[in-house]
């Protein structure tokens, strides 16, 4: 009887180890160009750093039949394993889809880089077709721009890319049209208006369509002064605005001159317009002389230019 049950312990324990050896996986998923012994079975420590096959494409899954695995295992001393159910091995590899974006913006820096933005310029780049499918190795750097050939006259590109991961490079064709942000009217005002946040906005055009010397943000524009009646939709040129006039032609004005601590006023007329630090005439309703002064604020000018004794004269 004890014979027996010895036996049976024996065999028991024969079944344990035998269950807890290596076991061949059925499903196998990588992100390595190599298939490792760890990748491919459980339990295998002694080998799990031991390389068996080359790992599929990024993104993509082959069959390994089991033949080839003993054969391979052989070839590094692991005989002895538990195969699967199935009668081969899938192995997948993860990879990164190289989108659009990534591949334009690579042709953005190399344009950069080559001179052709300036500031204020930018490069909406467009590829011919559909783009094919690409997957990269999950590297930090999928991909990157081997070539680029630009003609800047029509804006056509050839460009090879090479992928993480894959043998052969991938050569694509597009354009590239430079583009400019430059401040529209999005609203219509009267001549002599002053510019405020509502009333434009920013908007994209093509760079050979905006005039040398255009505005490039809203704050060159918000504050200025409209020379003429605009209509909402105008692209604005520097040509359509000036500093905001302080003081108008015929407005009756303060005339201030500073002298040490003493400060004179008087009443006078603007016989031109003018904006901040601008020089003009303006007339004295005391004395009807004309004399000459800067616009300081709204509605006040400074005399300019003077002895003190001879502006004091003036202004009495």
């Known amino acids: 009887m004890k014979q027996i049950l010895l036996s049976a312990l024996i065999l028991a324990f024969g079944s344990v180890a035998a269950q807890a050896g290596p076991v061949l996986k059925s499903q196998v998923v990588v992100t390595t160009p190599i298939v490792t012994v760890g990748d491919m079975f459980?339990?295998?420590?002694?080998?799990?750093?031991?390389?068996?096959?080359?790992?599929?494409?990024?993104?993509?899954?082959g069959r390994v039949s089991l033949d080839a695995?003993?054969?391979?295992?052989?070839?590094?001393?692991l005989t002895s394993y538990r195969p699967p159910e199935s009668g081969a091995v899938t192995v997948a590899r993860f990879g990164r889809v190289v989108d659009e974006p990534s591949l334009a913006d690579l042709v953005r820096d190399a344009l950069s880089k080559r001179g052709f933005l300036a500031?204020?310029?930018?490069?909406?780049?467009?590829?011919?077709?559909?783009?094919?499918?690409m997957t990269a190795d999950t590297d930090t750097d999928p991909v990157?721009?081997?070539?680029?050939?630009?003609?800047?006259?029509s804006g056509q590109f050839a460009a090879r890319f090479s992928i993480s991961g894959q043998s052969a490079p991938v050569e694509?064709?597009?354009?590239?049209?430079?583009?400019?942000?430059?401040?529209?009217?999005?609203?219509?005002?009267?001549?002599?208006?002053?510019?405020?946040?509502?009333?434009?906005e920013m908007r994209t055009v093509a760079a050979r369509t905006a005039d040398t010397g255009s505005f490039s943000s809203l704050d060159q524009v918000i504050g200025m002064q409209l020379k003429r009646p605009a209509r909402a939709g105008k692209m604005l040129q520097p040509g359509?605005?000036?500093?905001?006039?302080?003081?108008?032609?015929?407005?009756?004005?303060?005339?201030?001159?500073?002298?040490?601590p003493m400060t004179l006023t008087v009443k006078g007329q603007a016989l031109n317009d003018a904006a901040e630090g601008e020089p003009l005439q303006v007339l004295n309703l005391m004395s009807s002389k004309v004399l000459s002064a800067y616009a300081s604020a709204p509605g006040m000018v400074e005399l300019a230019g003077s002895s003190a004794s001879a502006t004091t004269a003036a202004i009495r």
Do not use: C
Request: a negative charge; glycine letters at 10%.
């Open 42 to 61: 459980d339990g295998a420590d002694l080998y799990a750093e031991k390389a068996l096959f080359r790992s599929p494409a990024p993104g993509t899954s």
């Open 69 to 77: 695995v003993r054969v391979a295992a052989a070839k590094i001393g």
């Open 119 to 133: 500031d204020g310029v930018s490069a909406e780049v467009s590829f011919s077709g559909s783009l094919p499918l």
């Open 144 to 153: 990157s721009l081997m070539t680029l050939s630009y003609l800047s006259g």
């Open 172 to 200: 694509l064709y597009g354009r590239v049209d430079l583009v400019v942000s430059v401040p529209y009217l999005a609203n219509s005002l009267a001549g002599d208006a002053i510019i405020g946040p509502a009333d434009v």
């Open 240 to 260: 359509d605005l000036m500093e905001p006039r302080l003081v108008k032609r015929n407005q009756p004005v303060t005339i201030v001159y500073h002298s040490g």
